[in-house]
């Protein structure tokens, strides 16, 4: 293991803080798929996910400077990342102003009449796409706090600590997502309700239809599991809404995004860390 892997973030920060350009470099590789991850939930598309993941880091690189040590590197990151997101442009599929009613609707469009054999990988994509967007269709700040809660699993406080805001108004909008989601996933989402009527395998061929998977370019189901994939499909079993949004892979922030801020990097003038 290098030493930059054994190193705490903590020990990252402190030496990245006093102009050491590598543990600059390796303190944003450790954080980069976490980054990625909420920016791709909050985005629900990957080449938007990417660009918000590089303006991300490197505006965590340039406000190094900034962090006083008051709450944990790892939550002051999420609080420069979740404050990008909500203040960014809205993305492709954000663009589209999907609620719950509409949603369902697309949804039901084009199902095949019954379960057809596919290949598990197509099934995959379009449950990981369909998760995705499902996100889009709450607004914002209902959409954060339900991914530091009921996704990411931050205690109440750190969340608000994240979104700058009263641990009961956190809580407040946890609660109001969590419903809005369990009671679309209970009308619409076999893996949540065994009788409700859309399932992955009978979306595939309307999905392919539609150009929104390719077999062989599978975005998101290509990505590793998790470590925690097999309790996460028991509790699918269980038909707990949160544990399919839960089941995403342990997605890896793409190699170029990291690769382009090394790059910066090595042309920043390193005062500005201090």
């Not at 803080?17 to 939930?41: F, Q």
């Not at 150009?211 to 975005?219: N, P």
């Amino acid at each position: 293991m290098k030493a930059s892997e054994r190193d705490s973030l903590e020990e990252l920060t402190r030496r990245a803080r006093g102009g050491e350009r590598a543990a600059l470099e390796a303190l944003i590789g450790r954080i980069a798929d976490d980054v990625y991850g909420i920016a791709l939930r909050m985005t629900a598309n990957v080449a938007d996910a990417e660009d918000a993941t590089q303006e991300i880091l490197l505006k965590i690189a340039s406000r190094l400077g900034s962090f006083r040590g008051e709450s944990s590197i790892s939550t002051w990151a999420y609080r420069v990342a979740v404050n990008h997101l909500l203040e960014r442009r809205r993305s492709r599929v954000e663009a589209l102003s999907l609620d719950f009613d509409r949603f369902g609707a697309d949804l039901l469009e084009g199902l095949e009449p019954t379960p057809q054999p596919q290949e598990p990988a197509l099934a995959e994509e379009v449950k990981l796409g369909c998760t995705l967007a499902m996100l889009t269709c709450l607004d914002r700040p209902h959409r954060v706090a339900y991914l530091l809660g009921e996704v990411f699993d931050l205690p109440a406080r750190s969340a608000a600590d994240v979104t700058q805001v009263d641990a009961a108004v956190h809580r407040q909008r946890l609660s109001r997502a969590r419903r809005q989601v369990e009671a679309f996933t209970e009308s619409y989402c076999s893996l949540v309700n065994p009788d409700a009527p859309c399932a992955c395998d009978r979306r595939v061929a309307r999905a392919q239809e539609l150009g929104r998977i390719k077999r062989g370019e599978l975005a998101l189901a290509a990505h590793r599991r998790r470590e925690l994939e097999a309790p996460v499909r028991e509790m699918e079993q269980l038909h707990a809404a949160a544990a399919v949004m839960r089941s995403h892979p342990r997605y890896r922030a793409p190699e170029s995004a990291v690769a382009l801020l090394r790059e910066a990097f090595r042309s920043f003038d390193i005062e500005i860390l201090r």
